[in-house]
């Protein structure tokens, strides 16, 4: 028993000073588990005697976690995930508003939530990837409008995600009712569900099937084809369709009652700081801090043609648009 | 049932055990499912059934899915237990060469997260598989692993080993002094077989096609790599409550999936318990094996390496992907990805690990508990103690994941973001094939030994103790290994609820399957694959040890 007790002392001394001068962020984050090291490693490395503790799961699954945990957060600070989430998570009353951060002040107003409940971290466009050895063995161009994806060729031979798993999904349907309105983009969707050889839970998965040639075309945001393609020496080919394209504004926020307000604050400044803006170019994602430094060769908004995306609209509107989409297409 | 009641007052540690065997099970299985169900159908306090409305008027998105998993669940079973008969039949009622290998080799995908064999399937059969371009270059051959093929493919090689170690138990239980016997008296082979070793191998039968039904059934790892246009309940289920938030439509889904699972489980009990044998005398047989004769033996060879060698080369290629540059396109040999795992996985490892080690012995033990009241005692409610604690095998693992979040997510037990969390799902997901396997065992125990020590004054615990339990050491055993692995290797239903603190690594491999990161996912796979290999021969040998040096002898 007397071993027991010194056993025990010496266990709590132990973690007591192991622990010690050292404190706790807890955080969300829907950015890929590769990349969310980068950001909160060098963030680690700045702010020594912060250690942060995360999860990584999808924007939407984080939406689901915060909603089922709301009476006892877990977390302090959700970074990365398109900013429609973060307007629905704002309307149920999970985030807490803070408008003296660091980027408050940079920020155009669409990148930012009005009331402060969350602020954009960087941009980024839907795009196709396409697998060149496809193209090539085709004789094929990579598609630069929508209507390409419903040629002969493409059938049973492209790859996209669910919209109702993953941001960039739902962002691609929302892109297409903003450009051939509701009833119209929804069948559009329906007619490309035809060509689809499988959806994919994750958006930027179908990237890498494009290289591996499970598929010939994917449809996924601009930095992913970059990041997860070109940049790691996949056959892969990068295009935008000249109708008009969607885009997401990456979003962050601090948890509404979460344990570490004031160490969620430093993290929240820092992540919009010129310096940590600047890690995006490993990504190749467009910061939004204009003094950050750029990716060479990287695709900025006035490169592409943008259509007049209205993240509010799309937010309010998912859940009609998605039972919608399940019923046209059975999925 | 009046005796019963008095017999049971009479023994109050029964009456006492039996209580909180009872509370454990209403609060950790039946609790949350009631959440989900009540999910399932109210909606802020009023019946609102919406989603089983639109299943009867026939939404294709909600019917489609159904029928996909039953015609999956259906051929899974089928040749999920054909295959394991094969392999059982061979390692316990013949002398082929290699048996020990054989043996190993019917095991070994247990120890593997299920996806791994998806993902494994889609370097060799996809697309751009391996085999896929070899008899393309040569015939013009094409066909798409996605969908149907894949799945049955997949989980048959997945959930196998389940219907394995159950046969290996039953078939080995059978004294071969009988087979000698009709021998003796003049039946063929090949009669001997069917009348004698195969209907005293169809409880197995039933718990083993019945185990791989309901595993196939709840399988969402496999088919959210590898359904492609073939949409499956769970994974319909799974998308609805982690992408779409929406609750009523997951609850509603995965009830729609009780119910053939449920009809499974009932048919099974009534087919099983109206059949008992009793073979074993107290005395485990020492009679050998007779030598089976050439034309038995060596076709019943050639079949089992031809399925050893397809096993063996879906992990073949699991490791040949760990230490591949870039999957598809940089074949070229690196220990990257491992360097990767190591760094981002190793605290993800360690937690699996401590939770998997403290849920392991106490699920174990409570299961075999299970086992032993629910086979062996008489008492009220003994059906329901049978009932309730399996129910949790027939439930989808998201299912009882998100009913973990309903239910002990707020005061009087609040356990969100804790480990407790993790190990209660651990343990009350997991017992239930500990307790299938310890009645398998104990159905081939002839009660009378236990009721020996009783009259002879032993008390509960001494007779579970003393008698039972080495009685059933082996299935106890392998129901240990087997509970361990299937807690490190768990996903569906602790996805739900890790945490910021208790992260696990098989919801890091999971990442890296959802983003197609075929390398590094291999890597991931190749280390869980090696640190449950490595623990369960540990425990094999130290729990193994321990129960000789009781004086405990052979099997």
Redesign the interface.
């Known amino acids: 028993m007397r071993k027991l007790g010194t056993l025990l002392t010496v266990a709590l001394v132990g973690a007591a000073l192991l622990g010690w001068g050292q404190q706790v962020l807890h955080m969300y984050t829907a950015f890929d588990v590769d990349e969310a090291k980068i950001y909160i490693e060098a963030f680690q490395a700045r702010y020594p005697n912060i250690k942060v503790e995360w999860v990584r799961l999808s924007a939407g699954e984080l939406l689901a976690r915060l909603r089922a945990e709301a009476g006892n957060p877990q977390a302090s600070l959700w970074l990365a995930g398109p900013s429609d989430t973060f307007i629905l998570a704002k309307q149920d009353g999970l985030l807490e508003p803070y408008t003296e951060s660091l980027g408050w002040q940079y920020l155009p107003d669409k990148f930012k939530d009005p009331d402060g409940y969350w602020v954009g971290v960087y941009t980024g466009f839907i795009a196709f990837a396409s697998n060149k050895d496809f193209l090539a063995k085709h004789g094929l161009e990579p598609p630069t409008s929508w209507y390409d994806l419903l040629s002969p060729e493409f059938d049973k031979n492209l790859s996209m995600a669910f919209p109702y798993t993953s941001g960039t999904g739902y962002t691609r349907l929302a892109t297409l009712v903003f450009l051939f309105g509701e009833k119209d983009g929804l069948e559009f969707e329906r007619r490309i569900s035809e060509h689809i050889h499988h959806y994919t839970k994750a958006g930027s998965a179908c990237v890498t099937e494009v290289g591996l040639g499970e598929v010939a075309v994917g449809i996924a945001f601009s930095h992913d084809v970059i990041a997860k393609g070109i940049a790691k020496g996949y056959p892969v080919v990068l295009s935008f369709p000249k109708e008009g394209t969607g885009y997401e504004i990456g979003a962050m926020a601090l948890i509404k009652g979460g344990p570490e307000p004031e160490l969620a604050k430093v993290f929240y400044d820092w992540m919009l700081s010129a310096e940590a803006q600047s890690l995006f170019k490993r990504w190749y994602r467009v910061p939004l801090n204009p003094e950050a430094e750029l990716a060479e060769g990287l695709v900025t908004a006035d490169q592409v043609n943008l259509v007049d995306y209205d993240a509010l609209w799309a937010a309010e509107n998912r859940d009609r648009l998605i039972e919608q989409w399940q019923a046209l297409t059975g999925y | 049932m009046r005796s019963a009641f008095r017999r049971l007052i009479h023994d109050p540690v029964l009456l006492g055990v039996i209580l909180v065997v009872f509370a454990l099970l209403a609060l950790f299985i039946v609790f949350p499912l009631v959440k989900v169900l009540q999910t399932s159908l109210f909606h802020k306090g009023t019946f609102e059934p919406k989603y089983f409305l639109y299943f009867f008027e026939g939404?294709?998105?909600l019917i489609?899915p159904l029928l996909n998993s039953l015609t999956v669940g259906v051929l899974v079973a089928l040749f999920g237990t054909a295959v394991a008969f094969v392999f059982a039949y061979a390692v316990t009622r013949t002398d082929i060469p290699g048996k020990t290998a054989f043996r190993w080799i019917a095991t070994f995908p247990i120890i593997s997260p299920p996806f791994v064999l998806a993902l494994s399937a889609?370097l060799l059969l996809?697309?751009?598989g391996l085999i896929t371009q070899l008899l393309q270059a040569r015939w013009g051959t094409s066909w798409?692993i996605?969908g149907l093929p894949g799945l049955v493919l997949t989980e048959t090689l997945a959930y196998f080993p389940l219907a394995f170690m159950t046969l290996e138990g039953v078939l080995a239980g059978i004294d071969p002094a009988l087979e000698e016997s009709a021998l003796d008296l003049g039946a063929s082979k090949l009669r001997t077989f069917f009348r004698v070793t195969l209907p005293l191998a169809t409880p197995g039968l039933a718990a083993a096609l019945l185990l791989v039904f309901i595993r196939s059934l709840e399988d969402f790892g496999n088919p959210?790599v590898i359904?492609?246009?073939y949409?499956v309940l769970t994974v319909q289920a799974y998308?609805?409550?982690?992408?779409?938030?929406?609750l009523p439509l997951g609850a509603t889904l995965s009830i729609v999936l009780l119910v053939p699972t449920l009809l499974a489980f009932v048919l099974q009990r009534y087919w099983v318990t109206r059949r008992s044998y009793v073979t074993v005398t107290g005395r485990p047989s020492t009679a050998g094996l007779r030598s089976t004769e050439p034309w038995v033996k060596w076709p019943l060879f050639a079949v089992v390496c031809l399925l050893s060698g397809i096993i063996l080369l879906f992990y073949a290629m699991v490791v040949y992907g760990a230490f591949t540059e870039?999957?598809?396109?940089?074949h070229a040999f690196t220990f990257e990805n491992f360097a990767y795992v190591f760094s981002?996985g190793a605290g993800y490892l360690m937690n699996t690990l401590k939770l998997a080690g403290v849920a392991t012995p106490i699920g174990g033990i409570l299961g075999i508990l299970i086992a032993y009241l629910v086979s062996r005692k008489r008492f009220p409610g003994r059906g329901a103690m049978d009932f309730l604690s399996m129910l949790n095998f027939a439930v989808p693992g998201i299912i009882v994941g998100i009913g973990y979040?309903?239910a002990f997510?707020?005061p009087p037990i609040?356990l969100?973001?804790t480990a407790a969390i993790i190990v209660l799902i651990f343990i009350f997901q997991r017992m239930p094939v500990g307790i299938r396997d310890g009645i398998a065992m104990l159905q081939q125990v002839d009660p009378t030994i236990d009721e020996a020590a009783s009259d002879l004054g032993a008390g509960f615990f001494r007779t579970f103790r003393r008698v039972t339990l080495p009685l059933v050491a082996p299935a106890f055993i392998s129901g240990m290994a087997y509970m361990f692995s299937a807690c490190i290797t768990s996903i569906s239903a602790v996805i739900m609820v890790?945490?910021?603190?208790w992260?696990l690594i098989t919801v890091?491999l999971l990442?890296?399957v959802?983003?197609?990161?075929?390398s590094q996912a291999a890597a991931y796979g190749v280390v869980i694959i090696l640190v449950v290999l490595g623990t369960i021969l540990l425990l094999d040998l130290v729990v193994g040890r321990m129960l000789l040096g009781r004086g405990r002898h052979g099997r």
């Open positions: 939404r294709p998105y489609r889609i996809g697309r751009n798409s996605y959210i359904q492609g246009r949409p998308l609805a409550i982690t992408g779409m938030y929406n870039l999957w598809g396109v940089n981002t979040i309903l997510n707020t609040q969100t973001g890790v945490s910021a603190r992260q890091a990442h890296e959802d983003n197609a990161d075929l």
